[in-house]
């Protein structure tokens, strides 16, 4: 690479997922390097970065990696993309003095009960919940706060072993599936009442900016209980008063948390007045969200995300707030976009049909699998089988259009014998 482009574009080292970092229009203001999993690599076969390492994040050889790259060529930032690379990348930003979330802020962050503690001590959450090791203690938990609640491991990733649980029957068996006889800990919390959302924050020394509401649903009924979306739309139909309390209230929360800076993923559950934080974490949104608010507002987060990382370090760059603001008003007057996941009954699926003529609102589907091939019991996002996303004036109508798609997909399996 010449040296002209190295004295213009930031040299960033990027934690995870980058695959939509290398394809958006803002690309060229930064060199990458990219630490990701081996598996991963064909995702950077079309957009590939100066330098990608395709390594376990827990290998112990990485940070020493990063410190000699940085030495050779210095970095000007540090991205966190994936969950599992959030606090391996933060603890080698912090070694490296570079501009990023503290590794505490995102150990606390990703262990629920360590972020749970956090915003009781400074009453931004009164969402009950307890560390539990054992069925008894379960039983306890629910006995105390009553049915139902939610179970989970402390460091959920991807909805993975988080359910909804009705009564001793459903606790039971969850505890005999998954923890009988591990020993560990987890977090069972009050199930919280109330509309679902997650919302995209963008935060400049503590000025927290709203990017994006997107509407979420759940279907208990899938996978005994798990608590994985079954679709999204943006965007998500709030009041102005409703806005204003939840930018308060992340503000808020997120300052307690030790987010001062960059993007965060938090999702809420409102009722009435009330609004409680489900969960939160220091990235962008992870799936289609992004496509999503692309296909509403036209603009693109992660162009958003490289401008935040390539600003000068401990500065407010003004240009880069003006964008944010930008798509902060934009989200309110978007038009809508839709997901509906496939989360089809679990079995050897032979054949699937989608609905023709295919309507005008549906933009796209996709079924993962091949048939013949085996839709899973789902019990994390990636057991989804696939996915029709839609768009419209607006996103309730996008969401409605996507379901009705999905919920027509004729799948056939084979005989039971």
């Known amino acids: 690479m010449g040296e002209s482009t190295m004295s213009v574009s930031k040299?960033?080292?990027?934690?995870?997922?980058?695959?939509?970092?290398?394809?958006?229009?803002?690309?060229?203001?930064?060199?990458?390097?990219v630490v990701d999993r081996a598996y991963c690599y064909d995702n950077y076969a079309t957009n590939r970065p100066e330098r990608l390492l395709l390594m376990e994040y827990a290998d112990p050889s990485l940070p020493d990696m990063i410190a000699a790259i940085h030495r050779e060529d210095p970095f000007h930032g540090a991205l966190l993309m994936s969950d599992d690379a959030l606090i391996v990348g933060a603890t080698i930003a912090a070694a490296l003095g570079l501009e990023c979330a503290s590794a505490e802020a995102t150990a606390q962050l990703k262990d629920k009960?360590?972020?749970?503690?956090?915003?009781?001590?400074?009453?931004?959450?009164?969402?009950?919940?307890?560390?539990?090791?054992?069925?008894?203690?379960?039983?306890?938990?629910?006995?105390?706060?009553?049915?139902?609640?939610?179970?989970?491991?402390?460091?959920?990733?991807?909805?993975?072993?988080?359910?909804?649980?009705?009564?001793?029957?459903?606790?039971?068996?969850?505890?005999?599936?998954?923890?009988?006889?591990?020993?560990?800990?987890?977090?069972?919390?009050?199930?919280i009442e109330?509309?679902?959302?997650?919302?995209?924050?963008?935060?400049?020394?503590?000025r927290l900016l709203i990017i994006g509401i997107v509407r979420i649903f759940h279907d208990p009924a899938i996978g005994h209980g798990s608590w994985v979306s079954i679709g999204q739309y943006v965007p998500g139909?709030?009041?102005?008063?409703?806005?204003?309390?939840?930018?308060?209230?992340?503000?808020?929360?997120?300052?307690?948390?030790?987010i001062e800076d960059g993007p965060c993923w938090t999702e809420i559950r409102i009722n009435g007045e009330s609004i409680k934080i489900v969960e939160s974490q220091n990235r962008l949104p992870g799936g289609f969200i992004p496509q999503l608010i692309r296909h509403s507002t036209g603009i693109d987060v992660h162009n958003l995300l490289i401008e935040w990382g390539v600003r000068e370090r401990g500065s407010v760059d003004e240009k880069v707030v003006r964008a944010a603001e930008a798509l902060e008003s934009m989200h309110s007057t978007g038009s809508g976009a839709a997901i509906r996941f496939y989360t089809p009954q679990p079995g050897r699926v032979m054949r699937v049909t989608f609905p023709e003529p295919r309507p005008d609102a549906i933009?796209?589907?996709?079924?993962?699998?091949?048939?013949?091939?085996?839709?899973?019991?789902?019990?994390?996002?990636?057991?989804?089988?696939?996915?029709?996303?839609?768009?419209?004036?607006?996103?309730?109508?996008?969401?409605?259009?996507?379901?009705?798609?999905?919920?027509?997909?004729?799948?056939?399996?084979?005989?039971?014998?």
């Open 113 to 191: 009960s360590l972020m749970r503690t956090a915003l009781q001590s400074e009453k931004s959450d009164a969402v009950e919940f307890e560390r539990v090791h054992s069925l008894d203690g379960i039983a306890a938990f629910a006995d105390r706060v009553e049915y139902p609640i939610i179970v989970k491991p402390t460091n959920s990733v991807g909805s993975y072993l988080v359910k909804k649980i009705e009564n001793l029957h459903d606790a039971k068996r969850y505890w005999d599936e998954h923890w009988q006889g591990k020993g560990q800990a987890i977090l069972a919390e009050k199930f």
């Open 11 to 33: 040299h960033l080292v990027v934690f995870g997922a980058a695959e939509w970092l290398l394809a958006s229009e803002k690309r060229s203001l930064a060199r990458f390097t």
């Open 237 to 258: 139909e709030v009041t102005q008063a409703q806005r204003s309390a939840i930018a308060a209230t992340l503000s808020r929360a997120l300052s307690t948390l030790g």
């Open 363 to 417: 933009l796209r589907s996709e079924i993962y699998i091949q048939t013949p091939g085996v839709a899973p019991v789902v019990t994390r996002d990636i057991d989804r089988i696939g996915y029709a996303l839609a768009i419209s004036d607006i996103g309730k109508d996008a969401y409605e259009a996507a379901s009705n798609f999905v919920e027509s997909t004729k799948f056939e399996y084979e005989a039971m014998v």
């Open 194 to 206: 109330g509309t679902h959302f997650g919302i995209l924050t963008f935060s400049f020394t503590g």
